[in-house]
């Protein structure tokens, strides 16, 4: 008679054991998991519930105390967490994925087929597009409206270069915005060759043709940021920091994301003028799961590319030249007084040895003895060799690709001394002892396998040079992981909700189909997103 009382005791034992485990809605176990926590750096399982993970572990620990409907089992598959692009400009991404694309054209004719298939398709009334990089042909001089005007005499066209610092237009284009060989522009330049314009604009004197664009509707706005997201999302990107939005997109990037029809996570640079700035320095920080409204972008100088950076000796390769301040150093100055009175971040691109210097004494000047402030320079891309100090405090913002896409001419243009303080990764890294990775695009690929590539071996797709680009400006695999996720984080005032997996964070993480930490690094650029997830929810 005491058999079937024990029975009934054990079988009480082992449902009182079963409905202690937690429920939880996602469980993922049976990985190999990054997790860039450094008190715990791998794992192979965790559990989510409400879109965060309340445990990490191995399997048999996340199994013995939870239980979901949704339960994973990778079979080894490697998970990092949620990448984060530290310096893009997506809203962009999705608007140029309007118009013609002229990325890895390799000459004219090559990017006047382009617009010829794009406008039998379109039919468009004013051509746009994106991507033409001179350096790239074999003839690198700048183009001139001369073929455009023959192509497209009456119907305008305005085609940006690869960085976004040059335009290339036809006369209709400029007859529309009223440029003619009178006109004056400061912070930029109106190409001319024997007095005559050549159809070549550099930074500001772009503003005066885009001014006369037509305006997108509402429809092919939302279009534009969802084709954006689409493209990220698979390539496993879950937070991307916009550097430059204006106050309508950020309020559409807002509603969408309230409706639930836009996913990504996004930190905004608030794109400089007196109107936005005064505007959110009244409103001030906003933040929602995600969206995060509290730093300002500003441009110090142009581009290297299109010889806008500004430096402290003439260019190599233009004699005289030292290019252009975009934001005069008055304003600059007046900028970082207000924004280091204020709770908001500022982060400036800065790319020529001139800028990033007057930038670097100027946050200096204005923060003074305030702490955790997390400015940023933006690019840090030429730099003083007797400046690098001005880092401990302030964070470098860089884009790997840039290296490897500038490698082939950037001594060129600024010589053997001044290429030795470029790119310099690794030395930027060690002084502040983080350093942020993006890519810049849609100046670069999106893909950020290419940035993880590029960082680590510093050379191009194609493996030259044999022994990478200023190696000893290299970065580990520990180190570029961290600058992907949990450096990223920090620069946008998020590292403790994001960019590493552990306990109370969002489940914001990405499965590779190998791994990344350790297949030989010419694989890396092959590697493909298996899943990608945001706050515990697959969004590819």
């Given at each position: 008679?005491?058999?079937?009382?024990?029975?009934?005791?054990?079988?009480?034992?082992?449902?009182?054991?079963?409905?202690?485990?937690?429920?939880?809605?996602?469980?993922?176990?049976?990985?190999?998991?990054?997790?860039?926590?450094?008190?715990?750096?791998?794992?192979?399982?965790?559990?989510?519930?409400?879109?965060?993970?309340?445990?990490?572990?191995?399997?048999?620990?996340?199994?013995?105390?939870?239980?979901?409907?949704?339960?994973?089992?990778?079979?080894?598959?490697?998970?990092?967490?949620?990448?984060?692009?530290?310096?893009?400009?997506?809203?962009?991404?999705?608007?140029?994925?309007?118009?013609?694309?002229?990325?890895?054209?390799?000459?004219?004719?090559?990017?006047?087929?382009?617009?010829?298939?794009?406008?039998?398709?379109?039919?468009?009334?004013?051509?746009?597009?994106?991507?033409?990089?001179?350096?790239?042909?074999?003839?690198?001089?700048?183009?001139?409206?001369?073929?455009?005007?023959?192509?497209?005499?009456?119907?305008?066209?305005?085609?940006?270069?690869?960085?976004?610092?040059?335009?290339?237009?036809?006369?209709?284009?400029?007859?529309?915005?009223?440029?003619?060989?009178?006109?004056?522009?400061?912070?930029?330049?109106?190409?001319?060759?024997?007095?005559?314009?050549?159809?070549?604009?550099?930074?500001?004197?772009?503003?005066?043709?885009?001014?006369?664009?037509?305006?997108?509707?509402?429809?092919?706005?939302?279009?534009?940021?969802?084709?954006?997201?689409?493209?990220?999302?698979?390539?496993?990107?879950?937070?991307?920091?916009?550097?430059?939005?204006?106050?309508?997109?950020?309020?559409?990037?807002?509603?969408?994301?309230?409706?639930?029809?836009?996913?990504?996570?996004?930190?905004?640079?608030?794109?400089?003028?007196?109107?936005?700035?005064d505007y959110y320095l009244e409103k001030g920080?906003?933040?929602?799961?995600?969206?995060?409204?509290?730093?300002?972008?500003?441009?110090?100088?142009?581009?290297?590319?299109?010889?806008?950076?500004?430096?402290?000796?003439?260019?190599?390769?233009?004699?005289?030249?030292?290019?252009?301040?975009?934001?005069?150093?008055?304003?600059?100055?007046?900028?970082?007084?207000?924004?280091?009175?204020?709770?908001?971040?500022?982060?400036?691109?800065?790319?020529?040895?001139?800028?990033?210097?007057?930038?670097?004494?100027?946050?200096?000047?204005?923060?003074?003895?305030?702490?955790?402030?997390?400015?940023?320079?933006?690019?840090?891309?030429?730099?003083?060799?007797?400046?690098?100090?001005?880092?401990?405090?302030?964070?470098?913002?860089?884009?790997?690709?840039?290296?490897?896409?500038?490698?082939?001419?950037?001594?060129?243009?600024?010589g053997s001394d001044r290429i030795q303080g470029?790119?310099?990764?690794?030395?930027?890294?060690?002084?502040?002892?983080?350093?942020?990775?993006?890519?810049?695009?849609?100046?670069?690929?999106?893909?950020?396998?290419?940035?993880?590539?590029?960082?680590?071996?510093?050379?191009?797709?194609?493996?030259?040079?044999?022994?990478?680009?200023?190696?000893?400006?290299?970065?580990?695999?520990?180190?570029?992981?961290?600058?992907?996720?949990?450096?990223?984080?920090?620069?946008?005032?998020?590292?403790?909700?994001?960019?590493?997996?552990?306990?109370?964070?969002?489940?914001?993480?990405?499965?590779?189909?190998?791994?990344?930490?350790?297949?030989?690094?010419?694989?890396?650029?092959?590697?493909?997103?298996n899943g990608t997830y945001i706050n515990g929810?697959?969004?590819?």
């Amino acid at each position: 008679m005491y058999k079937p009382l024990i029975y009934l005791m054990s079988t009480f034992v082992l449902l009182a054991c079963a409905q202690e485990k937690e429920l939880s809605d996602l469980i993922i176990t049976n990985a190999n998991i990054y997790t860039v926590n450094e008190t715990a750096p791998k794992a192979e399982a965790f559990a989510v519930k409400d879109g965060r993970i309340v445990a990490i572990g191995t399997s048999e620990e996340i199994n013995d105390h939870y239980q979901s409907e949704n339960t994973m089992d990778l079979d080894g598959a490697t998970i990092v967490p949620g990448l984060i692009d530290g310096h893009c400009h997506f809203n962009n991404l999705g608007m140029f994925m309007q118009t013609v694309d002229l990325t890895g054209t390799t000459g004219k004719k090559d990017i006047f087929d382009r617009i010829k298939a794009f406008q039998k398709k379109k039919n468009a009334g004013f051509i746009t597009g994106r991507g033409w990089d001179q350096n790239d042909w074999e003839e690198k001089a700048y183009p001139t409206k001369k073929e455009l005007d023959k192509l497209y005499p009456s119907t305008p066209v305005a085609l940006s270069r690869i960085d976004g610092h040059a335009l290339w237009v036809n006369q209709a284009a400029l007859d529309l915005a009223g440029i003619n060989n009178s006109t004056t522009i400061t912070g930029g330049e109106i190409v001319k060759k024997d007095g005559r314009i050549t159809g070549i604009l550099v930074d500001n004197a772009m503003g005066l043709v885009w001014s006369v664009i037509p305006k997108p509707s509402l429809d092919s706005r939302i279009a534009a940021l969802k084709d954006a997201e689409t493209h990220c999302l698979k390539l496993g990107l879950t937070t991307v920091t916009d550097a430059g939005l204006n106050k309508e997109t950020v309020e559409l990037i807002d509603s969408l994301q309230q409706i639930d029809e836009l996913k990504m996570k996004v930190y905004a640079m608030i794109s400089m003028s007196p109107e936005n700035l005064d505007y959110y320095l009244e409103k001030g920080i906003s933040k929602t799961d995600r969206l995060h409204i509290r730093s300002f972008k500003v441009y110090a100088d142009g581009a290297l590319g299109s010889r806008g950076a500004t430096l402290k000796k003439p260019y190599s390769d233009r004699e005289g030249h030292y290019g252009t301040m975009v934001t005069s150093l008055e304003d600059l100055s007046l900028i970082a007084k207000k924004l280091a009175r204020s709770e908001f971040q500022m982060n400036t691109h800065a790319i020529g040895d001139s800028a990033n210097s007057y930038v670097l004494k100027t946050y200096a000047k204005e923060l003074k003895s305030q702490t955790n402030r997390r400015w940023r320079i933006e690019h840090a891309q030429v730099i003083d060799l007797d400046e690098f100090d001005y880092f401990t405090e302030i964070i470098p913002s860089v884009q790997p690709t840039h290296a490897t896409s500038d490698m082939y001419w950037a001594e060129d243009r600024i010589g053997s001394d001044r290429i030795q303080g470029a790119y310099a990764y690794k030395s930027l890294l060690e002084m502040n002892g983080r350093i942020v990775l993006g890519t810049d695009f849609p100046v670069e690929k999106v893909n950020p396998m290419l940035t993880f590539y590029a960082a680590v071996s510093r050379k191009d797709l194609k493996g030259y040079p044999e022994n990478g680009f200023q190696i000893k400006n290299a970065l580990n695999r520990e180190e570029t992981l961290k600058g992907m996720t949990i450096w990223a984080a920090y620069a946008n005032f998020e590292d403790k909700e994001k960019g590493s997996l552990e306990v109370n964070k969002y489940a914001d993480f990405v499965v590779l189909d190998r791994d990344i930490m350790t297949v030989p690094i010419k694989e890396v650029p092959d590697i493909e997103i298996n899943g990608t997830y945001i706050n515990g929810e697959k969004v590819y």
